[in-house]
């Protein structure tokens, strides 16, 4: 590798410190559910002025994102003889956040500014703090024990690989689709917010975050890690708050909103 394979951090093997960086994420998430459930994080439609300085909508999704792909293009690259299964694993990644850094922020719409803090700042910092956690856990110590994907030709046969693959191919395309409707609700330059229409929008209000909740959860199940656990509780708790914001304002503006439609999970919230 060209990297040292366990450098010290402070007296800390670097895989102890994946590991505890992996652990204060899942403890994140979980203080955070009661300060997201009763404050709606200051970007997008619940954006105001009062938090102070903003930064352009288009701009500030690019930036804030940008650590999350360069981070693991980087990792592709530098480590050596990187297993077959651990680049499929970072391209993943990469492909992910190639379409949120580059294309997303392109095809907004009429974003709302982003206040610099909290929204901005704490975007940009935890795009660097998962980047690093989920691309150097994969790229230098991700490992399958019991030859559970060890074997290239067998492994598309494999049901992890499978159902994994599969949810995180799927999950990107209903969030890529639903984004889309999403766009489309408006003509170029029409402001406000209309009832979403068409696609999982005719059973939840934010299609959008369960697509990439799904997409999350395939990814991992296919890496079977704590990092990848760790960055799925955060998305819940993130995606999962936004949407029961997001379900409430609906509610509150459209009289007739459908009374049947739930905020996240059809049929369940």
């Avoid at 204060?24 to 955070?32: K, T, Y």
């Avoid at 795009?127 to 989920?134: D, P």
């Avoid at 697509?211 to 993130?238: D, K, M, R």
């Avoid at 708050?241 to 905020?263: G, I, M, Q």
């Amino acid at each position: 590798m060209v990297f040292d394979a366990v450098p010290e951090f402070f007296g800390t093997s670097e895989t102890k410190l994946l590991y505890w960086m992996s652990c204060i994420e899942i403890v994140a998430a979980a203080i955070l559910i009661p300060t997201l459930k009763a404050i709606a994080p200051p970007y997008g439609r619940h954006g105001t002025s009062k938090w102070g300085p903003t930064v352009p909508a288009k701009l500030a999704w690019f930036v804030q994102e940008l650590p999350s792909f360069i981070i693991p293009v980087s990792y592709f690259y530098a480590v050596e003889n990187l297993p077959r299964v651990n680049k499929l694993l970072i391209v993943m990644l990469v492909v992910h956040y190639f379409q949120r850094t580059f294309v997303y922020p392109i095809l907004i719409r009429g974003g709302k500014p982003t206040p610099i803090f909290p929204s901005f700042i704490m975007a940009v910092v935890f795009c660097f703090y998962n980047g690093y956690l989920q691309s150097c856990h994969i790229a230098k110590y991700q490992l399958y024990d019991g030859g559970l994907l060890l074997q290239p030709r067998s492994l598309i046969l494999h049901p992890r690989f499978t159902l994994g693959f599969v949810m995180f191919v799927v999950g990107m395309a209903l969030n890529i689709h639903s984004d889309y409707l999403l766009r489309n609700l408006r003509r170029p330059n029409e402001q406000g917010y209309k009832i979403p229409r068409g696609g999982l929008f005719e059973y939840v209000s934010c299609a959008n975050f369960f697509g990439e909740i799904v997409e999350w959860c395939g990814y991992a199940i296919l890496c079977g890690s704590l990092p990848a656990f760790a960055f799925l509780c955060f998305v819940l708790v993130n995606l999962g708050a936004r949407s029961w914001h997001h379900h409430r304002s609906y509610l509150e503006k459209f009289e007739d909103y459908p009374k049947n439609r739930k905020a996240l999970i059809p049929f369940i919230f």
